[in-house]
């Protein structure tokens, strides 16, 4: 559960898929109905130290963002069950365009909270899962093929955030 208190998002994850990539208005009302709590909570914790403007306008601001960045790209997720872990990493990429940051300890703490495990963490934040503080064990570190998966994500994420 997460810490919005939303355990039952009411659409699967392809489901949810299909309606965001649809550009619809209903599709952008059902992503926000899943997972909205989640990524305006955490984009408010990006942006809690901007004092230049109002953090929560800001957090509001990125979370469209990130939903309209979703609409072109949701229907390409190859596993749509892993919405929130990507939805998270669109938030956060629009709050560091505004500047936000926090330490990376404290973020991973933040989206553990927020429903994330360890992989899903260190996969959003770009750091290996077993550089994560008390999380992970070198001995269950993932293996080469995941870290490619990974990586490859990674590129994916990165290539729909900034088109060429």
């Known amino acids: 559960m ?6 039952s998002h009411a659409l699967s994850g392809a489901a949810l898929a299909v309606a ?4 619809t208005e209903a599709g952008l009302l059902a992503a926000y109905d899943a997972y909205g709590p989640d990524l305006f909570g955490y984009a408010e914790f990006l942006l809690a130290g901007r004092s230049d403007t109002d953090g929560t306008d800001q957090a ?3 979370v469209l963002d990130a939903l309209l960045v979703a609409t072109g790209t949701a229907g390409e997720l190859t596993d749509p069950d892993r919405m929130l872990p990507w939805l998270l990493a669109l938030t956060r990429n629009e709050c560091l365009r505004r500047g936000a940051g926090a330490a990376a300890e404290d973020e991973a703490a933040e989206l553990g909270r927020r429903g ?3 992989f899903d963490v260190a ?3 770009g750091f290996a899962p077993a550089s994560l503080p008390g999380r992970v ?3 269950h570190a993932p293996p080469d093929w995941l870290r490619a998966e990974l990586a490859a994500l990674h590129e994916v994420l990165e290539a729909g955030l900034h088109p060429g």
């Open 2 to 7: 997460s810490e919005s208190g939303t355990d």
């Open 116 to 118: 994330l495990g360890p």
């Open 123 to 125: 996969a959003l934040l």
């Open 20 to 23: 965001l990539g649809g550009g």
């Open 137 to 139: 064990a070198p001995e």
């Open 60 to 62: 509001a601001a990125a």
